[in-house]
């Protein structure tokens, strides 16, 4: 698949689930409310349509949420995805909290997912609780050693927050560097209404990274996993890590991603409205003809770009839409 602008389309993002065990404060609210049950696809539709995006193309799958693995028989659709790695599909990949890691790790493993990513902005417990709201840091770190038990290669993911985790940075990547792990920062993306303000959380990862060079070496890599993110090999700590910059240094010139939400609505780009409906004809017919269709039709829309900023002006968020609706 390409779109209007000559771009492939390789990899699908797919929310299973807009539920998560967290409430963390840059994602949703701490009250936050969810999508009834009924308006879900259902696991088997799921597969089908990434089957389908398979068969045009799509050669990576990620599945996010809210959090995957809350999703109930979520690993049936894992096993099922499984069995296409290697006949068209690279690779079936997670991201989560880590929350559920301990029960799934193994399972994941055996599924044929080879790569996560954890969602992981501090290692100081107080801290990590008011991030998270809701969260329990060493059940999120035994999930992380039950990952690394099972073969799982880790990556962590913080999202860099001024007045908050910014001092801990260079600890963070030190440690997930120790442990094996690449390490990827992101800027806070200004989508949905998280009852924070988010101008007086945002921290430019261009001002993240100066610092970081005051204490080491950053050397610009080839390394790619499919993704956004920018990798530099850290010289001083033989690790890797990964900035994804939507705001400072957007990405959207080698856009290659796609996203489907668990109500089958297919989002062309994460920072603008633009969006499908797939739920009407994976349901209107038993054949993938008025799929296929509505995917190439969509496809062609797919904008040059997204319109993220944050606006010191305002609260409001540059979407309405929070993150975890469109999946992370």
Known sequence: MKDSF?????YLRVSVTDRCDFRCVYCMSEHMSFLPKAEMLTLEELERLCLVFVDKGVERLRITGGEPLVRRNVMTLFERLGRRIGDGLKEVTLTTNGSQLTRYAQGLADAGV???????????????????????????????EAA??????????????????????????????????????????????VDEDRVDRYLPLSLVRARLE?????????????GPARYFDVAET????????????????????????????????????????????LRASASDEPLHAAIEAAIRHKPRGHDFVIDRRSAAPALARPMSMTGG
């Not at 030190?174 to 800027?187: K, P, V, Y």
């Not at 204490?215 to 499919?226: F, I, K, M, Y």
């Open 6 to 10: 000559g771009r492939s389309i390789t």
């Open 114 to 144: 080879r790569r996560v990513n954890v969602s992981l902005d501090t290692r100081d417990p107080e801290l990590f609780r008011r991030i998270t709201r809701w969260g329990e840091l060493p059940k999120v770190l035994d999930g992380i």
């Open 148 to 193: 690394a038990k099972a073969g799982l290669d880790i990556k962590i993911n913080a999202v860099a927050l001024r007045g908050q985790n910014e001092d801990e940075i260079p600890d963070l990547m030190r440690w997930s560097h120790a442990q094996g792990f690449d390490f990827t920062l992101i800027e806070t993306m200004p989508l949905g209404d």
């Open 214 to 226: 005051r204490e080491v070496t950053l050397t610009p890599s080839t390394h790619r996993t499919g």
């Open 238 to 281: 033989g690790g890797r890590l990964g900035l994804i910059t939507p705001l400072t240094h957007n990405f959207c010139e080698s856009c290659n991603r796609v996203r489907v939400t668990c109500t089958g609505t297919l989002y062309m780009c994460l920072g603008q409205e633009d969006s499908a409906d797939l739920r009407a004809p």
